[in-house]
């Protein structure tokens, strides 16, 4: 039995669904017990350890956790540095006391290319890791966690360092790509911070969750690179929005800078096509969604928007 946390979130809803319509049982919690469009959801406050003991000794028959749960925000982990530690390094060592108690086998842990640093440009999972934001000092000192249960009790332990996931799904989330398309949608100046040439790499939600998939039903054990196969500037991102928006609905809009709010904290990802090669050689995976599949996706859904 899978237990996922955080299934009310962004890829929790997404990985939730898709297990439903699979017919793959899992247990998908909470901090608030909510039902979904197609499920209902325990709850589960992961930053309590009783309450994990509890849950967990309440269903013995789960043998995998994927632990979603978390403050991905960077702004509100630099905004509060207590709340943040308590749910995304907290919740680790306590999910792991209560899972050692409970004989689970497996985690599934979601980690950051952010662990990488800005300045890595020829990024692979052996690359040094440079975190400068407290979220990237987070995800390091959680995947630590997790190596050393591994280590020293034989747990199964998959890590993600996901780059930035975009794409349409059950709950939207403020994106880079998201933000620059409803900008578009209103018919409004796309606004960059900085001078654009930033580079991203960018993760379809549907490839995220497929990736998830694939460590449920095998054992994918270690720590993997999880990108797509688009990389590009900001600058080159806001230009094929307004490329494809043109195309599809016969409008650009206009592109202003501004400056940049604070420092880059991601690498550049210069060379990410071959960053993921270690999950596709070891276990077939590899991502196929574009941005423009992405873009193309996102924006079908805002003009149904528009048109009820």
Known sequence: MILITGANGYIGQALTNKLHDLGIPCLPTDIRGLTNANVKMDELDVTDAKAWTRYLQAHKEIDTIVHLAAESYI????????????????????????????????????????????????????????????????????????DHAHASSGLEVTIFRQSNICGVGPVAKPTV???????????????????????????????????????????????????????????????????????????????????????????QALSWTACGSKLESSYGFQAKYTIEDTIEQMMTQMMGMDAQ
Not at 87 to 115: K, W
Not at 192 to 202: H, S, T
Not at 223 to 238: E, H, K, M, V, W
Not at 251 to 264: L, N, T
């Open 75 to 146: 702004d509100r982990c630099e905004a509060n540095h207590q709340a943040a530690l308590k749910t995304n390094v907290g919740s680790v060592i306590h999910m792991l006391n209560a899972a050692a108690d409970a004989g689970v086998q497996r985690i599934i842990f979601p980690s950051s290319f952010t662990v990488y640093g800005p300045d890595n440009v020829e990024i692979e999972e052996s690359s040094q890791l440079h975190p400068k934001s407290l979220y990237a000092h987070m995800k390091v000192w959680a995947e630590n966690l997790l």
């Open 177 to 267: 790509v998201q933000t620059l398309l409803t900008r578009w949608q209103a018919k409004k100046p796309i606004t960059i911070f900085g001078d654009g040439v930033q580079m991203r790499n960018f993760l379809d939600l549907r490839d995220c969750v497929n990736a998830y998939l694939l460590a449920i039903r095998q054992p994918v054990l270690g720590t993997f690179n999880l990108g797509g196969p688009s990389t590009l500037s900001i600058a080159d991102l806001a230009k094929t929005i307004n490329r494809m928006g043109q195309a599809r609905c016969g409008y650009e809009v206009p592109i202003d800078f501004a400056e940049k709010k604070r420092q880059d904290i991601e690498p």
